[in-house]
């Protein structure tokens, strides 16, 4: 089955760091790019950042550059997102999601980690 | 970055009606664009791709066309589990954008 299983999330104070991952099953994780995607409470969604399957490639929204680091790790089938300086705008259920290219919709998701950033 | 325009922001229907959601890109995007379902507590599920390929595994009564700058989403025969929130997501260039989304009610 594939499966993506996201972990990482909680309670941090802002300025403060956190480092989410994202675990892939089912499928061959070094040949599909890959995405983090966002939903702040009650809100839609945003994309984040999206990575290339061999890593040298790596695209931002405005909002998170600088701050944010997407990266992979294909020999342990993983997906992270390093967060710094975050923001109480950051607060978000966090998804990671594949695609096939850099240029296609994800299609498959996780079930999302939730960011807290509150003192 | 492209702006993605879509409407309408919710929509009361009944179970057996035909719906259309669209969304419009701020410049041309070719035919990429993907729809996506969401329930309550879940994760977005791709319905559609590349503007009007069906996903596997979606019923055939959900339909997407367009190409360029404007998109439609249709749910022929709205079914119970169809209640849900949906959004348009480009991915032409960087960043990508979605859609604000259209939440989707009983009537």
């Known amino acids: 089955e594939v499966q993506l299983v996201e972990s990482g999330g909680g309670l941090v104070q802002p300025g403060g760091s956190l480092r989410l991952s994202c675990a892939a099953s089912?499928?061959?994780?070094?040949?599909?790019?890959m995405s983090w995607v966002r939903q702040a409470p009650g809100k839609g969604l945003e994309w984040v950042a999206n990575i290339k399957e061999d890593g040298s490639e790596k695209y931002y929204v405005d909002s998170v550059k600088g701050r944010f680091t997407i990266s992979r790790d294909n020999a342990k089938n993983s997906l992270y997102l390093q967060m710094n300086s975050l923001r109480a705008e950051d607060t978000a259920v966090y998804y990671c999601?594949?695609?096939?290219?850099?240029?296609?919709?994800?299609?498959?998701w996780g079930q999302g980690t939730m960011v807290t950033v509150s003192s | 970055d492209i702006q993605m325009t879509q409407s309408p922001s919710s929509l009361s229907a009944s179970v057996g009606d035909r719906v259309t959601i669209t969304c419009r890109a701020s410049?041309?995007?070719?035919?990429?664009l993907g729809w996506y379902q969401q329930k309550p507590g879940k994760a977005p599920k791709r319905l559609i791709y590349?503007?009007?390929s069906l996903q596997s595994g979606v019923p055939s009564r959900f339909s997407g066309s367009g190409s360029g700058t404007e998109f439609t989403l249709t749910i022929s025969s709205l079914q119970p589990e169809d209640f849900a929130t949906y959004y348009c997501?480009?991915?032409?260039?960087?960043?990508?954008?979605f859609g604000q989304g259209t939440k989707l009610e009983i009537k």
């Open positions: 089912g499928f061959t994780f070094s040949s599909y790019w």
């Open positions: 590349a503007a009007s």
């Open positions: 999601a594949r695609a096939w290219s850099g240029s296609t919709s994800p299609d498959i």
């Open positions: 410049q041309g995007i070719r035919n990429d």
């Open positions: 997501l480009q991915h032409n260039s960087y960043p990508f954008t």
